[in-house]
């Protein structure tokens, strides 16, 4: 097997008479969860030195691959939820693997941009088509003027961001989203100078949030706001967290995360995250938080997927993922079954099903209810008696080591010396 490193991927080539497979490893892609440790059947991958990478203390491969161990095989590829490790070979079949779904209602997506601000790993793009607000409201008259009030309940406001992109008089401060409540903004800004009181945002808005009131404007005329779009998702990036499922103010996104389990808390005494983020740092969900009054850390439930990464990067020992059920995506394989059994023992307390033993009743074919006079054993003869008595006899004196030893050497002089003293 070959290794071949380009910047983040690190390929290992495997070649045969007549078949080429390539493992390729992305680098950027892996978190360090240690999955594809836990399943490999060669023992082929360990993991790297995963705590001082979340420390930021130095750069390396989170995993490290054995090529000397490596088949390859494509359980690691089928037990990461990453696509970090991907097998390609010619005419490949399609295994199964470890996949979380998500489904769009399309008929309840507004859509919006917050999924797209929420999302912790790029997965979700939204288009937006949409008039701006200048284009749908016709002044009759030169003068354009309006009086009225605008109020914005921030209390409400999910912060979809559409009235932002109909309107410039409404600014909306982004910000990274952080845990527990996902908030992609710090505040919503209304500027009254550019506001004409149109009541299009208003009616646009998914959590009635806004509420306008005009009192007088100019001679005016207010046009249909027809709003259109589509959310696409890569799932080749998703991990499916379930956050945007969480977040949507109109429930149109179903998401079925790969893995359901919990997190057990233990020296919760040693946890200091004043001094140490790694698992801040590495969790891939942005799941994991201080909170402000409590010691230590909390993990959000409206994200974690339970892969792994913030035990392998505590260096205390504080946490421990327990997976407790696993989905995965099948491909009606030939080897399914083998490989469902290696991804299995990522959950917690499983152990493999004993194998059926198959057995069936002998039964004779003739039913003999008396023996005859013809088969009955002969009595012993005086000869089997003597016979019997050597070899017990025998038997006795190969139970003693010198016997042996001088048996395998072939010395018969010594060996009758010794038996005859025996007798």
């Known amino acids: 097997m070959q290794l071949i490193s380009v910047d983040h991927l690190m390929e290992y080539e495997w070649k045969a008479e007549k078949l080429v497979k390539k493992l390729k490893f992305h680098q950027d892609r892996c978190v360090g969860c240690g999955l594809c440790v836990k399943v490999c059947p060669e023992e082929a991958i360990i993991l790297g030195p995963v705590k001082e990478v979340a420390a930021g203390e130095i750069e390396a491969p989170l995993i490290i691959i054995d090529e000397t161990k490596c088949t390859p095989c494509p359980i690691c590829s089928a037990a990461c939820p990453f ?22 209602d399309k008929e309840k997506c507004i859509p919006c941009i917050l999924c797209e601000k929420v999302c912790p790993r790029s997965a979700i793009k939204v288009e937006i088509k949409m008039p701006k607000k200048d284009e749908l409201v016709k002044y009759k008259t030169e003068e354009v003027w309006a009086e009225g009030t605008i109020k914005i309940d921030e209390e409400k406001c999910v912060y979809c961001g559409l009235c932002e992109i109909l309107c410039d008089a409404i600014k909306i401060v982004w910000t990274g989203p952080k845990p527990p409540d996902y908030k992609p903004a710090l505040a919503i800004i209304v500027n009254e100078e550019k506001c004409d009181y149109c009541k299009l945002c208003e009616e646009l808005c998914p959590v009635e949030a806004i509420k306008v009131e005009c009192k007088s404007s100019a001679p005016r005329e207010i046009l249909e706001l027809k709003l259109k779009g589509e959310m696409k998702v890569d799932e080749h990036e998703c991990i499916y967290c379930k956050l945007c499922e969480e977040l949507c103010p109109v429930n149109a ?81 030939l080897w399914d079954n083998p490989l469902r059994k290696h991804l299995f023992k990522l959950l917690e307390g499983y152990t493999p099903p004993q194998p059926e033993i198959y057995s069936r009743p002998i039964r004779p074919r003739v039913k003999i209810t008396k023996v005859p006079k013809s088969l009955a054993v002969p009595p012993k003869s005086e000869g089997f008696e003597i016979a019997k008595k050597i070899i017990e006899k025998l038997t006795e004196q190969l139970r003693d080591r010198r016997v042996r030893f001088l048996l395998e050497l072939g010395r018969v002089k010594q060996l009758k010396e010794i038996l005859t003293k025996k007798k």
Request: aromatic share 4%; charged share 30%.
């Open 83 to 104: 696509n970090a490790i991907a097998l390609e070979f010619e005419n490949k079949p399609e295994y199964l693997k470890v996949k979380g779904k998500i489904e769009i």
């Open 253 to 333: 996104v179903k998401v079925d995360k790969v893995f359901e389990g919990e997190i057990e808390m233990t020296n919760l005494e040693k946890c200091d995250p004043s001094g140490c983020k790694n698992c801040i740092n590495i969790c891939p969900a942005n799941s994991i938080f201080v909170p402000k009054r409590e010691k230590g850390i909390k993990i959000s439930d409206k994200s974690c997927m339970y892969c792994g990464a913030c035990e392998e990067a505590c260096p205390e020992q504080v946490l421990k993922v327990i997976r407790k059920s696993i989905c995965i995506e099948t491909s009606n394989n």
